[in-house]
């Protein structure tokens, strides 16, 4: 059996010229398409966070959106929950017994924001590559 995999991306090269213009050009514009894409994936998590009974202060309610974040390579945004048992409920957590602490089961995460990524993953280049060529356009 061959071990050798390859994957093979086409037109990222001309996606990351047409960024390169627009960030030079308009960077403004890049801050714009960064906030509607975080509030999207903050609404499609918020969505799928499920509401806990006898909670004052909901999952729901602590997602926020970080000011965006400038580097040497781009500039990102990112999306946290402030919630202290928030990673429980996304990644599962083991049932403990009040006597001896002895493991007595594990309820599954509900992988919310992990779910909307991929979502997102499938979507994420038409919605650029659209985006781009609109801007594109405005610029000449």
Same mark, same amino acid.
């Given at each position: 059996m +061959? $071990? +050798?995999f390859?994957?093979?991306? &086409?037109?990222? !090269?001309?996606?990351?010229?047409?960024?390169? /213009?627009?960030? =030079?050009?308009?960077?403004?514009k890049?801050? &714009?398409i960064?906030? =509607?894409?975080? @509030? !999207?994936?903050?609404?499609?998590?918020? $969505?799928? !966070?499920?509401?806990?009974?006898?909670?004052?202060?909901?999952? /729901? +309610? @602590?997602?926020?959106?970080?000011?965006?974040?400038?580097? @040497? $390579?781009g !500039?990102n945004?990112?999306?946290t929950?402030?919630?202290?048992?928030?990673?429980l409920?996304?990644k599962?957590?083991?049932?403990?017994?009040?006597?001896?602490?002895?493991?007595?089961g594990?309820?599954?995460g509900?992988?919310?924001? &992990? =779910?909307?990524?991929e979502e997102?993953?499938?979507?994420?280049?038409?919605?650029v590559? =659209?985006?781009?060529?609109g801007v594109?356009?405005?610029l /000449?």
């Amino acid at each position: 059996m +061959d $071990d +050798d995999f390859t994957i093979k991306f &086409e037109g990222l !090269t001309e996606m990351q010229t047409k960024l390169e /213009k627009v960030r =030079t050009e308009l960077p403004f514009k890049e801050e &714009e398409i960064l906030q =509607t894409l975080g @509030k !999207t994936l903050k609404t499609s998590s918020k $969505d799928k !966070t499920p509401v806990g009974k006898g909670k004052k202060y909901h999952l /729901k +309610d @602590k997602y926020k959106l970080s000011k965006i974040n400038y580097e @040497k $390579d781009g !500039t990102n945004i990112t999306l946290t929950n402030t919630s202290p048992h928030f990673h429980l409920i996304e990644k599962g957590h083991n049932i403990v017994s009040g006597k001896g602490g002895s493991v007595i089961g594990f309820v599954p995460g509900k992988h919310m924001v &992990e =779910t909307s990524m991929e979502e997102m993953e499938g979507t994420l280049p038409i919605i650029v590559n =659209t985006w781009l060529d609109g801007v594109l356009g405005q610029l /000449k």
